[in-house]
């Protein structure tokens, strides 16, 4: 079965610091990989999506994340994050075959401290 | 433009007890989606609706949970009667587009369903 693993549930980093949130997925068919944010007492919102074409996708909010093929990889990245960057966020899955639905990811937990 | 909307925001029932959860997507999107997230676990896929039909009901746990979408606008999801498995916080999506996965998908702020 497709799956999505984002093996970091947690990730605490200093404000202004970098930061890598890690998604891989098995596939053995194409794949549209999107990252999606939660904010406290918020909805998912979309940071960013791969389609096709480049690998390195730009989202809002400063984030970016690199398509990786042969490592089925899609990790989220952010040169300096804030404060307001604390969130959850969710790396999933959809196959340009089938249906629509989205596999997701666990989640991984974003803590940005002063 | 109004986003997705769910109501109520949060549930609490108690076992046996039956709940509906609606949904309002955005207007004009024929694509509805159900998710649910069980504390700590992944969000999940329920089910999907293409205006008024049932397009992949795959992720449904049991004959308990009852999904519909009049007219093809909002959709209700009815958990009758409710378990304790239940609790978690179940999602609605909308999506304007049917071709492959490509769609995005917006999501609503969740009810979150507590069920004791």
Redesign the interface.
């Known amino acids: 079965a497709q799956s999505?693993t984002q093996l970091d549930s947690q990730v605490p980093v200093f404000e202004e610091a970098p930061v890598e949130l890690r998604c891989n997925y098995s596939s053995s068919v194409s794949?549209?990989l999107?990252w999606?944010v939660q904010y406290p007492?918020?909805?998912?919102?979309?940071l960013l999506?791969y389609?096709s074409g480049s690998t390195l996708v730009k989202g809002i909010n400063g984030f970016e994340a690199e398509f990786n093929k042969s490592q089925t990889s899609f990790h989220l990245r952010k040169p300096s994050v804030h404060i307001s960057d604390t969130a959850e966020y969710?790396c999933?899955v959809?196959?340009?075959?089938g249906?629509?639905?989205?596999?997701?990811?666990?989640?991984t937990r974003l803590l940005v401290s002063p | 433009e109004a986003?997705?909307t769910q109501f109520p925001s949060h549930s609490v029932i108690e076992k046996g007890q039956t709940v509906t959860l609606r949904c309002d997507p955005i207007s004009g999107h024929d694509?509805l989606?159900w998710?649910r997230r069980v504390m700590?676990?992944?969000?999940?896929?329920l089910l999907?609706f293409v205006k008024e039909s049932k397009?992949?009901e795959s992720?449904m746990p049991n004959n308990r949970f009852l999904a519909e979408r009049t007219g093809g606008t909002y959709s209700t999801l009815k958990v009758q009667p409710a378990e304790l498995e239940d609790s978690g916080v179940y999602?609605c999506?909308s999506?304007q587009y049917?071709s492959?996965?490509?769609?995005?998908?917006?999501?609503?702020?969740?009810t979150r369903l507590t069920v004791t």
């Open positions: 999505v794949v549209y999107f999606y007492n918020q909805g998912l919102q979309l999506k389609l969710f999933a959809s196959w340009n075959t249906f629509q639905k989205l596999v997701f990811g666990t989640g | 986003g997705v694509n989606y998710y700590g676990k992944e969000i999940k896929f999907h397009q992949d992720g999602f999506a999506s049917l492959g996965g490509r769609n995005e998908q917006y999501f609503g702020p969740g």
